[in-house]
Structures are given as structure tokens and as C-alpha cells.
């Protein structure tokens, strides 16, 4: 059964990377999108939360809780809008980095056991983004480049800070408070006119919004159901894998189809570096 979440999320979050890339490549409004991820987020995972509920009677924790939700505005908001300038299967590639730093944060906060494997796999998460920078040098490439890599440190962070607040809340429980209500509350508040702009992304694209903030929540659930079931490493390495997924319909379905070879070599790069970073030896 593991295995089929560990798919399901894989599938999901194809579709949904295809479809904000189809939406946000026109110069959407990255802002009122992320508003919209949470927003929707939000309501989704309510249920969850309330068959679910066990959170924390600790002001730090809480604390914590609001950081994390600081830091999703930032994530979110550098990765769309890095997916205004950026193909999805580079935005994948680079997004990969995550892991990277993810694992040198939590040798130094966390105390975890180094491996060579790990190192292999950095090595080449890291190789992947020297081809896409190498090869990539458009003006809105490097945008794109800069903005993902950024997002990469938050998405990192945000990582670590989940693992430790996981001992005080329920999955489904910091999943709605850390994750999504924070974020949507935050995002309002400091986005400037965010009235109007929320308003005219709904009125323009309703339809292709919430068909992708759905598929991200829902891939959401299906990850951490797929973790509660199996051990960690496995089920992120099913799920790395659909990015070859994202190449295969970038190309057949949005017709991005430039440096074929390049947007290959990196995501096979990527790939291979997420399997070494989740394994040992």
C-alpha cells in the first residue's frame, strides 16, 4: 500500500508542476498563486486536521509553528515565481538541492550520521545544477536559476524545523496549522494589493488555480500517508523519480522542447543524487 501513495504522489505532483508551469509561464501573478496553494491547502486539509487533532501547549512550539509558516511564504513565492521564467523540469532539477541541504543541516543541527552515499549524491544534485547554469544563460534563465536555488535554502530549513515540531503535533495537525494557514493569512497580508490582485487571477484562471493548488494539496496528504506506512527513504525515492515524468510532458505537452539532451542530463543527474542522498552505505 506504500507503494501506491508513494505513486500517487509522484503523479500528483507531475501534474500539478505541469500545470503551474502552463499557468505561471505567461507572467501569471506568482504572488496571488501562492496565495491561492495555501488558501486552498487550507481548506482541504481542515478534515484532516479535525480527525486528527493533537497539537502542542507549548508557546515555543507555536512559535516555531508561525516561522515555519513564514518561511513557506518565502519558499513558495521564490519557486513560482522562478516557474515564471524557468521549465519545470529545470525548476525539478534544481529543486533537487533541497536535499542537499537538508543533509548538511541536519549533520550540524541535528547530530545525523554522515555517509558516503550522501556525499556521492550531493556531489551530484550539485553537478545537475552546474549543467542547467552552464548551458541555461538566458537572462530570465538565470532569474529563474537564482530564484529556485534561493528557494532550495527555505524549502531546506523548512524541512528541519517540520522534523522537530513533528514530536509535538500530528502530521495532519501541522500540516494545516504550520503549513497551510499561516501561509495563507501572510501571504494576504504582505502582498501589496492583494484584493485586487487575488481577484483577478481567480477571475482570469479559476479554473487551472484550483485544478493545481488541489493536485499539490492532495500530494501533500498522499506523501505523509505513504510515510506513515514505509520507511522515508523509499518512498522519496519513488516519488523523485516522476520527475522524469515532468521532462517526458513538458516536451509532449507544453512544447518546451529546447536543449533536450541538457534538461536529460540533468534530471538523470538529479535523480541519481536524490537515491544517493536517501541511502547508505
Known amino acids: 500500500m506504500w507503494f501506491f501513495f508513494a505513486a500517487l504522489t509522484g503523479t500528483l505532483y507531475t501534474a500539478e508542476t505541469l500545470l503551474g508551469r502552463f499557468l505561471l509561464r505567461s507572467q501569471k501573478d506568482a504572488w496571488a498563486f501562492s ?6 491547502g487550507t481548506v482541504i486539509t481542515l478534515p484532516f486536521m479535525l480527525a486528527d487533532l493533537r497539537v502542542s501547549n507549548e508557546l515555543g512550539a507555536w512559535s516555531l509553528a508561525i516561522l515555519v509558516g513564514v518561511l ?4 513558495n513565492l521564490l519557486l513560482f515565481k522562478a516557474t515564471n521564467h524557468l521549465e ?33 549524491g550531493t556531489v551530484l544534485t550539485i553537478l545537475a ?12 534563465s538565470m532569474t529563474g536559476i537564482i530564484l529556485i536555488v534561493a528557494s532550495t535554502i527555505f524549502a531546506a530549513l523548512i524541512i528541519i524545523t ?13 500540516t494545516f496549522f504550520a503549513t497551510f494557514l499561516p501561509a495563507t ?6 502582498m501589496p494589493k492583494a484584493s485586487t490582485r487575488i481577484k483577478k487571477l481567480f477571475r482570469d484562471d479559476w479554473r487551472i488555480v484550483l485544478l493545481a493548488c488541489g493536485l499539490g494539496t492532495f500530494a501533500n496528504l498522499a506523501l505523509n500517508k505513504a510515510l506513515s506506512l514505509h520507511d522515508a527513504s523509499s518512498v522519496v525515492i519513488i516519488s523523485e523519480v516522476f520527475l522524469i515524468l515532468v521532462l517526458v510532458g513538458e516536451h509532449t505537452l507544453l512544447k518546451e522542447k529546447e536543449q533536450l539532451w541538457v534538461k536529460i542530463l540533468s534530471v538523470a543527474l538529479a535523480i541519481l543524487g536524490a537515491i544517493f542522498i536517501q541511502i547508505r552505505f
Open 35 to 40: 496565495f491561492f496553494y495555501s488558501l486552498v
Open 72 to 75: 513557506i511564504v518565502c519558499h
Open 162 to 174: 517540520t522534523k522537530y515540531l513533528l514530536h509535538s503535533f500530528s502530521v495532519a495537525s501541522l
Open 185 to 190: 493569512i501572510l501571504n494576504f497580508v504582505l
Open 129 to 140: 545544477g552546474v549543467v542547467i547554469i552552464h548551458r541555461f544563460k538566458r537572462p530570465q
Open 88 to 120: 519545470a523540469s529545470l525548476i525539478g532539477a534544481l529543486g533537487k538541492l533541497r536535499l542537499a541541504w537538508v543533509l548538511v543541516l541536519s549533520i550540524i543541527f541535528l547530530g545525523a550520521a554522515f555517509s558516503w552515499s550522501q556525499l556521492a
